[in-house]
């Protein structure tokens, strides 16, 4: 069996203090296998973000055992984590996060701008914009670009250092339903032609629609697609006949 790039087990979760705390993920376990494209939708608070956050190594979980891409985050430091992060692991948000006292070239390296030997990164960036479609806007600034162009400047800077895992939480969220499609076509060909795996939180049924699997959450707990058979064990019997 191929080892999952993302195995979590129990994963717990828990916000604020004493009495105000709250569980915001109880237990969650799930393996996603190498180049699979994956939706995961739930109703709002029910633990997506948070999810995605610590499987990219940007929150911590308070228990179970999270691997993902051979690294045990149990046992991996803090500098060892930033570097998978910034050698492994792309992001894109909802927001696109874009700072626009650089140019868009500049956003796109960013990544190299805490990372040694980044010399080739200048040409390495507008290899990225040129991926979606905007090498012609290398010098622009974020400010001047529509919503669609914004977001495919935030996809060319998590592509920028070719990334095996794609977390992306609700990229489409701020895009008109069009432009938001290009999104999600591009997400899928990055997915063929490159084998990158990508998680993509969503409420849009044509991510759904397009992805291998739906997972799904609700209050803290994945209630479908899990993947695992720690999950699906002992739910087969009482299907398919009358009682
Ligand atoms: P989703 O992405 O599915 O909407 P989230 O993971 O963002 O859900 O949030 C799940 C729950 O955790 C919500 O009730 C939210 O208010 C709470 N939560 C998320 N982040 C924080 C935080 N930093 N501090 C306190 N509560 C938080
Ligand atoms: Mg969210």
């Not at 874009?98 to 010399?119: Q, W």
Request: glycine fraction near 14%.
């Amino acid at each position: 069996m191929v080892s999952p790039v993302i195995s979590l087990r129990d994963v717990t979760k828990s916000y604020g203090q004493g009495s105000a705390r709250t569980p915001v993920l109880r237990g969650v376990s799930l393996d996603i296998a190498p180049g699979e494209l994956v939706a995961l939708v739930g109703q709002s608070g029910s633990g997506k973000s948070t999810l995605l956050n610590i499987v990219g190594g940007l929150d911590k979980a308070d228990g179970g055992e999270i691997k993902v891409l051979d690294h045990d985050y149990g046992k991996t430091g803090e500098r060892e984590l930033a570097r998978l992060r910034n050698t492994s692991i792309g992001f894109v948000f909802q927001a696109f996060n874009l700072l626009d006292h650089l140019t868009c070239l500049g956003n796109v390296t960013l990544p190299a701008a805490f990372a040694a030997g980044g010399k080739d990164a200048p040409a390495r960036g507008r290899e990225a914009l040129d991926r979606v479609g905007l090498s012609a806007y290398a010098d622009r600034r974020p400010s001047e670009l529509s919503g669609g162009q914004k977001q495919r400047v935030a996809i060319a800077r998590a592509l920028f250092g070719r990334p095996k895992l794609l977390l992306c939480d609700e990229p489409t969220g701020n895009l008109d339903s069009a432009t938001g499609h290009e999104v999600i076509e591009f997400f899928q060909k990055i997915n063929k032609d490159d084998g990158v795996t990508l998680v993509i939180v969503t409420h849009e049924r044509r991510v759904s629609n397009i992805a291998q699997r739906v997972i799904a959450m609700r209050d803290g707990n994945i209630v479908e697609g899990a993947g695992t058979d720690v999950h699906t064990a002992g739910t087969g019997d009482d299907l398919g006949g009358p009682a």
